[in-house]
């Protein structure tokens, strides 16, 4: 049995990161994990461009599990904002950029992050990457 490590950068309509508007939520590309994995973490980074945070500039994020096709409509389906797992807050009055890494169950068929930008004023740049471990 071996074990292995493996980093899978996640992306936002292809890209590493997303500018978040103030006031403002996205949603990633699905991320699947090996099935092999038998734990992984999840790295959040959020970052302020070009201006100074004020109170009140957080970033939420929250992983949306989807473990198939609950109403056979032949189509996965996640996890809705309202009721998906909260990984972490960021805030970046307290530390800019501000960046936390969490484990995260491995489980689920496939998942999506949802970042919730709660700054009433700025933009914020947002990226994350998943770091597995993973048995063959």
């Known amino acids: 049995m071996a074990v292995s490590k493996a980093g899978q950068q996640v992306t936002f309509s292809s890209a590493n990161s997303v500018l978040v508007s103030a006031d403002s939520q996205t949603t990633s590309d699905a991320i699947t994990l090996s099935s092999n994995s038998v734990a992984a973490q999840i790295t959040l980074k959020s970052d302020h461009t070009g201006v100074s945070p ?3 500039d957080t970033v939420d994020s929250y992983i ?12 996965d389906e996640f996890d809705t904002s309202g009721h998906a797992l909260h990984l972490a807050i960021l805030d970046l009055n307290i530390e800019d950029p501000a960046q936390k890494t969490v484990d995260i169950p ?30 063959s």
């Open 54 to 56: 004020s109170l009140g």
């Open 64 to 75: 949306l599990y989807s473990t198939g096709d609950p109403d056979g409509s032949t189509a």
């Open 106 to 135: 491995v489980s689920a068929k496939s998942f999506k992050i949802y970042i919730d930008n709660n700054s009433s004023a700025s933009s914020i740049t947002c990226s994350a990457e998943i770091y597995e471990t993973i048995v």
